[in-house]
């Protein structure tokens, strides 16, 4: 599953080269790969607040749990639109690429995917933690990122690292630290 969102991602790079903020469509190059409409699944738990969810990934907001079936209505170089299939509401997703220093095909890749994430490959625990959209000592980096996603690169500039800082809201920020792959301590 990772390899074939790797692989759209990839394809989806080289709409970027086309011009600002136009509109990916299908049959258009390589957005040919991301197709408006089609079914995707959030690939973490993540919060939208006033139907925007940014890819800074503040903590607040409504919760939209991991696997959350979503359309994707509209893919531009720097938002989505999407549709949450249980309700019909309607999400933008802002790519803020200067924190998150990722292009929008790259970003969404992130927040979205052609398939669920199996949860079974996590902890009673970590499964808990994961579809409430919060972290707790113990958990894994894989089940970190299923939680609550991927933390701005400008601040976290790889995943390799002990610490990883996201935001709770446009003020305060948080460090989720690791220590032999756990989550040790979350320090706000």
Not at 38 to 55: G, I
Not at 70 to 83: G, Q
């Amino acid at each position: 599953m990772f390899r074939k969102n790797y692989i759209v991602m990839l394809l989806c790079l080289a709409v970027l080269a086309v011009g600002c903020k136009k509109e990916l469509k299908p049959g258009e190059g390589a957005a040919a790969a991301v197709q408006p409409a089609q079914v995707y699944y959030t690939q973490f738990s993540l919060f939208q607040e006033q139907n925007r969810f940014r890819t800074t990934n503040y903590r607040k907001g409504q919760l939209i749990p991991i696997n959350t079936p979503v359309a994707l209505l509209k893919l531009t170089s720097d938002e989505a639109v999407l549709r949450v299939e249980s309700s019909g509401q309607l999400i933008t997703v802002e790519n803020v690429q200067k924190f998150t220093k990722d292009d929008m095909p790259i970003a969404f890749s992130k927040i979205a995917g052609t398939g669920k994430v199996d949860l079974n490959q996590f902890t009673a625990a970590e499964r808990e933690n994961i579809l409430a959209g919060q972290v707790k000592t113990g958990m894994s980096k894989k089940a970190v990122l299923a939680a609550i996603g991927y933390p701005p690169q400008h601040v976290t500039p790889s995943l390799d690292g002990d610490d990883w800082t996201y935001w709770s809201n446009l003020f305060n920020r948080f460090v989720v630290k690791f220590k032999n792959g756990k989550v040790d301590s979350i320090v706000e």
